[in-house]
């Protein structure tokens, strides 16, 4: 994964597909690894969220949310990771992350929503920041745990039902694309993993492959230590 070279951004005659992404947000690692697993080339460019480069205006041209991941593709720009996850889906339909039946289709979207909606939003560096900033650094912590352990005892009793390799079976689905991001935010936030054993299975099983390792924040290209 080559970073973005100057004038290619957002140029839609060459083809490139441009991920904006940030070395330890769980959303882009979602896209980043859904984009390795389907074997489509991109390009990444890279804005420090600590340090506030996504707050600057020349980001805030690409995406007015001012948050990554974004990613520019076709000519346009695409927001939020769920959203980019299912327009690779039906963009490039092979090596498929959803199931072709409709019920376990529905069951892999149930665990999508419970990560994108339930757990990583209220644990995420801006909710955080607020915690800390209206209670302190150990409230900022004490949250971050509860939200995730809250959220990983719903996925522990469903997951245990429908898991063998993976989620879904013996088969990676989205649910696996979101899972193994958030199992690392679990790990930064010191969350005690003993009552989730199907999820740190799961976890396990999916780091034995390249492509989750080559995706993971410490082998991206703006990696630190935070």
């Known amino acids: 994964m080559a970073e973005a070279k100057e004038g290619d951004v ?3 005659e060459s083809g490139k597909i441009v991920l904006h992404s940030f070395h330890s947000s769980s959303c882009s690692w979602r896209v980043r690894l859904a984009l390795v697993l389907k074997g489509i080339p991109f390009e ?3 804005w420090n969220l600590s340090a506030g480069e996504h707050l600057s205006e020349e980001f805030k041209q690409i995406s007015p949310l001012q948050m990554v991941p974004a990613l520019e593709i076709d000519g346009d720009v695409l927001f939020d990771s769920v959203v980019i996850l ?3 889906e039906e963009r490039f339909p092979e090596k498929p992350l959803l199931p072709s039946d409709l019920k ?3 069951a892999v979207r149930g665990v999508v929503n419970i990560i994108a909606s339930s757990i990583q ?3 995420n560096l801006r909710v955080l920041q607020g915690i800390e900033r209206l209670a302190g650094p150990e409230a900022r ?3 971050a745990q509860q939200c995730i352990a809250s959220g990983f005892a719903a996925l522990e009793s469903m997951l245990a039902k429908t898991s063998r ?3 879904f079976g013996d088969e990676i689905t989205l649910a696996d694309v979101l899972l193994i991001p958030q199992m690392n935010n679990a790990t930064r936030y010191k969350v005690d993993l003993s009552p989730f054993p199907t999820l740190v299975r799961i976890r396990d099983g ?3 492959l390249e492509a989750v390792q080559n995706s993971a924040p410490d082998k991206q290209p703006d990696f630190i230590k935070l």
Do not use: M, S
Request: charged share 30%; hydrophobic share 35%.
């Open 121 to 123: 939003p209220v644990q």
């Open 206 to 208: 999916l780091f034995e």
């Open 165 to 167: 390799k993976y989620c």
């Open 44 to 46: 990444l460019k890279t």
């Open 86 to 88: 299912e327009y690779l």
């Open 141 to 143: 912590l004490e949250w």
């Open 104 to 106: 376990k289709r529905a």
């Open 10 to 12: 957002g140029n839609p």
